[in-house]
């Protein structure tokens, strides 16, 4: 798998966000494909918001401490140990790591009033969105729609037609996400000559879809790979023939156990 990773130009890494297991694997993949890759390489990430690259610029250049760093880049909880490996693995080899992903705060915004409320952002925030923005009804909206499942019973009294409004409104504002990203990676392939990898939630890349069919839109000629990470109880009993269409590689990985739910004390 590595090998023909490193034949790539972009490579999609999908995970689960808090299976640890998975995200050594990662660092795993990283190391792998750098051995074998004779050209530049950089790294793209989900986890990183467009407004913070400047505070990813200067820690991986060397002006500012790791703690100022986190302090100006609001890394996600699992930071520390799950992202952290790959981020010091690209300082250490001098890659360029682009924080791709549109800031939460106009998401967040979309997600409210939907596309349309992108025309009143001011240019400053407006530039941290892809200028370009597709959210068709496609097979990417069929599995959203399904993922997202029944909201009607989230605790509000909304008629089916409000429900559905809601519910694009959200798939509004992944496509948001997605466009953004694409539009990160396929930057970064073009401008720096290199391999991009991104590690990214999974549904952004499974079957080629979301983020991974926005950034081969903007790169048609670039070679694509997507791994999809899928976290199993039981390594030896896993059907992965129905996953198979996931990505051009599936790899499972054993679930991490959960804590033990301690019961609430009796009253």
């Known amino acids: 798998m590595a090998a023909d990773l490193a034949k790539a130009d972009i490579v999609f890494l999908g995970e689960q966000h808090d299976d640890p297991r998975t995200h050594q694997l990662q ?20 986890m990183f918001e467009r407004d913070v690259q400047p505070a990813v610029d200067a820690y991986l250049g060397g002006t500012t401490t790791e703690t100022e760093f986190l302090a100006a880049s609001r890394p996600w909880p699992n930071y520390g140990t799950d992202y952290r490996p790959m981020i010091e693995f690209a300082k250490a080899n001098r890659w360029p790591v682009v924080a791709g992903n ?67 409104r959200t798939y509004e504002a992944q496509c948001v996400k997605d466009e953004t990203m694409g539009e990160a990676v396929a930057a970064a392939h073009a401008q720096h000559g290199a391999m991009v990898i991104h590690p990214n939630g999974s549904f952004h890349s499974d079957y080629r879809l979301g983020t991974a069919e926005r950034a081969a839109r903007r790169a048609p000629g670039a070679r694509m790979r997507v791994v999809s990470f899928v976290p199993v109880a039981d390594l030896d009993r896993v059907d992965g023939k129905s996953r198979r269409k996931l990505g051009d590689y599936v790899v499972f990985t054993l679930e991490t156990p959960k804590p033990p739910t301690t019961p609430a004390p009796a009253r």
């Open 27 to 46: 660092a795993a993949v990283l190391e792998a494909v750098a051995r074998r890759h004779p050209g530049p390489i950089a790294l793209a990430l989900e």
């Open 102 to 168: 549109v800031p939460r705060r106009l998401a967040s915004v979309v997600a409210r009033r939907g596309l349309a409320a992108l025309d009143s952002l001011p240019a400053a925030d407006r530039a941290f969105v892809a200028q370009t923005l597709a959210c068709p009804r496609d097979a990417y909206w069929t599995r959203f729609k399904a993922t997202m499942g029944d909201m009607s019973g989230h605790g509000m009294q909304l008629s089916p037609d409000q429900v559905d409004q809601m519910v694009w």
